[in-house]
Each structure stands twice: as C-alpha cells, then as structure tokens.
C-alpha cells in the first residue's frame, strides 16, 4: 500500500488551470505505476498535483479490488474524503483502478459521493471527465481495451529515489486463475511495444536511475506479434543497454517460466538473481481447482532448474491459504513445498472470495476462518524461518548493494539490495544513494542484512 507524495512546487511551477489533483494509490505496483501515467496525462492537461489531500480540488483513489480487506480499507477512506466534500462541494471526487471497474455505476449510484468512476484502460479520458464534473456532470468510463498500453506516456515518477524505477511493459491477464479478480478488472493480456519501453529505460538512465523492475501480472507471456519479441529476448535488450543498469521483473508465472529465460538471466550479470514465482499452493489438488496449470512436481521441475542454472538464484513466491475444500494434507503440502524449496521471501494471504469469480460461481468458500487464519500463522511462522535461515547463511560474504537511500531507523546508516533482492542495511560512510557498494554481511534478522 503506498501514499504517493512530492511537492507540488517541483512538478508544476505554472498550473494553467490552477486547480490541482491528489491522487492516493491502493493495491500492486501496476497501480502505482498507473498513478503515475495518470498524474503524466492531467497534467499534460494543465492540472497540477498536490500531496495534500485538504488543498486538493480532484481526489483520485487508485483502488484494488483483490481481496474484500483491500476494498473494505478502500471504502473507508471514501467515508472520509466525502467529509472534506461536504465542506467545500466543488470538491471533484473520483474512483479509478480495479474497483472502480468492478463495481462501475454503483459507485456512483450508491451514496452519490463519487463523481467520476474510471478503469484502468481509460485514463486518456480523464482530462475529458474532470471537465465535465467541473461543471457538475458525473462520468464513467468503465470500457475495457485489448489495445491500451499507455505505450508512449511517461509516467510522472511519484515516489521517487531516483535509483529504482517501475516500467510497465504488459497489462492485463488471461489466466483466469479460478479465485482472482484481476482478469475482470484489467481485461485481456497486451503487450507494450519494446521501442517505447526502451525508450522510457533510456530516459530513467539519462536522469541517474541504476534499475528498472518491468511490471506486469505475468510478465513471462510478454510478447509483441508485429515485433515477433517474447521476454527473454526483451530482458536481453534491455540488459544490453549498460552493464550499470541493474534488471528485475515481476510477476512470473511457473507455467511459461522458460528455460530460454533462464539461460538469458544467468547469461547477464546486470539481471538480477532473484524470480518472485507463486505457488499459490503446494497440493497438486489445490493448484488443479485454482486452474494454475501446473502440478507440484511440474512448479518444483521448473525450481530444479532455475537452481541448476543459476546457483543461489533467490527465489520467492505468493500463497493463498484455506482455498476451497483445502484440507489438512493439502496445507501440509504447502508446508512442506515451502521447505522443499526453500524460499527467500513470501506474501501470504488467507483465501478472500471475489464476486463473479470462477470459485464464487462454482465451489464453496468452506474452510471457516479460524482454520484459515490458523493455517495462514503457520505458514508465516514458516517463512519466517526460512527468511531467517536464508540470511543466516549471507553472513560473512559480501555482496555488491545498490544504495537507496538513507536508513528510516538510523541516519547515519544507509540501505540498498543485493542483487538477490536482499535488503541490506549498513553504515553510510562516503556512499550515496545510486552507489553501488560491495558490503560484508555481519549479522541479520530475518527481514534484513546488516553490514559493515
Ligand atoms: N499475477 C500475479 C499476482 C496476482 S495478485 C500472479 O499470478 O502471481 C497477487 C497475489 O494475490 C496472488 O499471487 C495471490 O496469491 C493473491 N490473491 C489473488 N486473489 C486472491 C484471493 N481471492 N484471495 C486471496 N489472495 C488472492
Ligand atoms: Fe490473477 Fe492468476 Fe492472472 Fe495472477 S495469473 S493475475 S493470480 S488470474
Ligand atoms: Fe489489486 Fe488490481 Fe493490482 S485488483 S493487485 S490493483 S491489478
């Protein structure tokens, strides 16, 4: 969950329209990411941008649909920004992101507090919508595209370090996975064409940014058709640009995980070694009623040799516990697949049902909530040991760290990450952020390395 900030004074030294949006990001990196080309394409409409919700004239709420706790928190927040409405009317409120493509009209109809409802292929209209709820005119625009990529915006970077930056090479998803939402609020897989994703690298890198994580619900199925490019010959390209250039990606999914892929990532230093690769689950049953497309054995073949190729390649993944019928030996599976491979790093999350899913159509939420809160502590306190077994055998090695930026906890301390995705945090000395800094690990928790 991230708050976007930065003044306004940076972005915007003259604001034709003189009124300004605040934008507030709920959700994955894709919506932060989408904040920015939102926040790129108001402004490029003459709207400024503020990080105060109370001087703000536009209230945009970028939302996330994929559990109901992430909805619930979501609406709460609605509650309070129609407070801020009562007190000055003119007060534009909107609702763009996956929820406001799952529940459309409703968010207008009900309560009347939103003005405008937006999804995430129509953004390009939003300059058109605040206009019109300017003078009072409430709008929706909820239409989903197989085309939009957004390829040739630049996005206004929010949150920046300037170190790390986000790069958005793919939207949509087309795995129906049977419990998730995201195909229904994002609409079919799109790939964004490779020139404008270069171009948008090379622009990160003239202003001093050392890496790039390409975004994208399932990045491994990247592929341009009038380009004839798939991923990893992407990953090569973009890894070429400068061996100063680190690269990551997220997200994978095991069942187009190739071993091209593999070969292009263990060929390249500048991409970094570490494949974020859910499971979801470790019962072979499990995955089948999830409509995964994969077996146990399949998802640990494809860990073999990730392992092979690239040794101490980290690896982490997403589990959903107390998924439908699951019972103890399924959870038990997970469990054990979890130990089998060893992960570096989790998110874990108990089993939310989403209207109009495949699961909610079909099959019955019917492990209770004791038992899914239960089976969720165990597998925490599992990774929880695994994460610290993991770092245990960092320490006395050293590892070449990106520097971030100064440490929240410790001024005089600075962070940054291993290649392996690694936190590390260590005294500043004469390292700034952008640095690249090669630390000796003396002692960790299982949250973070701690160097000299
Ligand atoms: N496209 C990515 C991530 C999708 S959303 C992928 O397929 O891996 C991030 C994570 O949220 C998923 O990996 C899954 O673990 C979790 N998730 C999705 N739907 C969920 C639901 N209905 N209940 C609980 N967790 C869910
Ligand atoms: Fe959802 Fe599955 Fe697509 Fe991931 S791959 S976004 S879990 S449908
Ligand atoms: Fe949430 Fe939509 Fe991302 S449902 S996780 S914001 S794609």
């Known amino acids: 969950m991230n708050n976007i900030k930065i003044a306004p004074t940076v972005l915007h030294p003259v604001i034709p329209n003189n009124s300004y949006v605040y934008i507030e990001t ?23 941008y503020t990080e ?20 619930q928190r979501i609406w709460g927040r609605l509650r309070e920004f129609a407070a801020y409405k009562k ?23 009900k309560d009347k507090l939103v003005d405008i409802v937006v999804g995430p292929d129509g953004y390009r209209s939003l300059p058109e919508l605040v206009k019109n709820a300017e003078s009072g005119q409430k709008g929706v625009n909820v239409l989903l595209s197989r085309e939009e990529t957004y390829a040739e915006i630049s996005p206004v970077r929010l949150d920046k370090n300037g170190v790390t930056a986000f790069v958005s090479i793919m939207r949509g998803c087309n795995n129906m996975c049977s419990y998730c939402v995201v195909p229904y609020t994002r609409g079919a897989e799109r790939s964004r064409d490779s020139h404008t994703i270069i171009e ?87 995955l089948q009623l999830m409509n995964r497309k994969y077996t146990r054995e399949w998802y640990l073949e494809r860990i ?33 697949l979890m130990r089998e491979v060893g992960y570096e790093f989790a998110y874990m999350f108990k089993y939310s049902e989403r209207p109009n899913t495949k699961a909610a159509r079909t099959m019955q939420d019917d492990v209770d909530d004791e038992t899914k809160t239960r089976r969720l502590t165990e597998i925490i306190n599992l990774q929880n040991t695994l994460s610290l ?22 001024p005089e301390e600075l962070f940054g990450r291993t290649s392996h995705n690694k936190v590390v945090v260590f005294p500043r000395q004469s390292f700034k952020p952008g640095d690249y800094a090669d630390i000796t690990i003396e002692s960790c928790s299982s949250a973070t390395l701690i160097g000299k």
């Open 52 to 71: 105060k919700a109370d001087e703000a004239d536009i209230i945009l709420i970028n939302t996330c649909s994929i559990r109901d706790n992430a909805e």
């Open 200 to 286: 948008e690298i090379k622009e990160l890198m003239a202003q001093g940014y050392k890496e790039v994580t390409l975004l994208g619900q399932n990045v491994n199925s990247y592929f341009h058709k009038d380009e004839n490019l798939n991923f990893a010959q992407l990953m090569k390209k973009v890894a070429e640009l400068s061996p100063e250039l680190r690269v990551r990606f997220a997200t994978s999914h095991p069942k187009d995980l190739s071993d091209e892929l593999i070969d292009v990532m263990a060929a390249y230093p500048n991409i970094c070694k570490s494949i974020h690769l859910p499971a979801q689950s470790g019962s072979t049953r499990m």
């Open 26 to 48: 709920y959700g994955c990196q894709m919506n932060v990411n989408d904040s920015e080309v939102v926040v790129s394409i108001l402004r490029n409409h003459g709207y400024g």
């Open 304 to 336: 073999g040799a990730i392992k092979k190729r690239i040794p101490g390649c980290s690896i982490s993944t997403d589990i959903i516990a107390g998924f439908c019928t699951e019972t103890e030996e399924d959870h038990q599976q997970t469990l054990s």
């Open 389 to 410: 077994e993991s770092n245990k055998r960092d320490v006395g090695k050293t590892f070449q760290v990106l520097v971030e930026g100064v440490s929240k906890r410790n």
């Open 87 to 109: 007190q000055k009317p003119s007060l534009i409120i909107g609702v763009i992101g996956c929820m406001a493509e799952r529940l459309k009209e409703q968010l207008i109809e």
